[in-house]
């Protein structure tokens, strides 16, 4: 079946800190992948996805994030947080009209 | 705006008591999903429609039913609600394939007392 792993569950960063989410996903065929943001008390949005072209998508809010094939990988960035990304992270993975999230990630950014 | 409306925002039924969640939708979108999330987990698929086929998970209790009359609107009914069914429901759309990615509604918060 489908799995979509994010491994760090909680993340605390101090403001301007670099930022990086893993992402890894199992299945070995043609996916559509996603990260989605939810900030405290609202509902998912999505940040930036990918299906085809280049690797390396840019989102809002100045995230990207990679795709490499190779390692099954979709990893998050960002540069430079900021206390307004205080939020859940959760990467998905499109497969045939069903959507598999991962267990998300907390950020939580100290001005 | 187009746009996945849920109603109402907040919900609190009694424990057995059936209660049914609404989804409606302004974006004409082939594929209609309900979620469940529970306190941070991540959300989890409990049914969708593709236009009018219904698709189950497998792991979804039967105690989780859904209508879709048309394309515009979907419900969730939870025919005994249990207290580990409280929870936030989310509905989301799609286009078919999902290439687009999600838009999802504000939720239902369920309270089971």
């Known amino acids: 079946a489908q799995s979509v792993s994010q491994h760090n569950h909680h993340v605390i960063l101090s403001e301007a800190a670099s930022l990086e989410l893993g992402c890894n996903y199992s299945y070995g065929g043609t996916v559509n992948l996603f990260w989605y943001v939810q900030y405290p008390g609202q509902h998912l949005q999505l940040l930036l996805k990918?299906?085809?072209?280049?690797?390396l998508v840019k989102g809002i809010k100045g995230f990207e994030a990679e795709f490499i094939k190779s390692k099954f990988s979709f990893n998050l960035r960002k540069p430079s947080v900021q206390w307004s990304d205080t939020a859940e992270y959760f990467c998905?993975?499109?497969?045939?009209?069903?959507?598999?999230f991962g267990s998300g990630t907390k950020l939580n950014v100290k001005p | 705006d187009a746009m996945v409306i849920q109603n109402p925002r907040y919900q609190v039924t009694q424990f057995g008591k059936p209660v049914t969640l609404s989804c409606s939708q302004t974006l004409n979108h082939n594929v209609m999903y309900w979620y469940q999330q529970k306190s941070s987990q991540a959300p989890k698929l409990l049914f969708h429609?593709?236009?009018?086929?219904?698709?189950n998970e497998a792991d979804t209790p039967d105690n989780f039913q859904s209508r879709r009359p048309n394309t515009s609107f979907c419900f969730l009914d939870i025919r005994s609600p249990g207290l580990g069914d409280a929870a936030m429901y989310l509905c989301a759309t799609s286009m078919r394939q999902g290439r687009t990615g999600y838009t999802f509604g504000s939720g239902t918060r369920l309270t089971v007392v």
């Open positions: 998905a993975v499109n497969n045939f009209n069903k959507f598999y």
């Open positions: 990918y299906f085809s072209g280049d690797p």
């Open positions: 429609y593709y236009d009018k086929d219904f698709n």
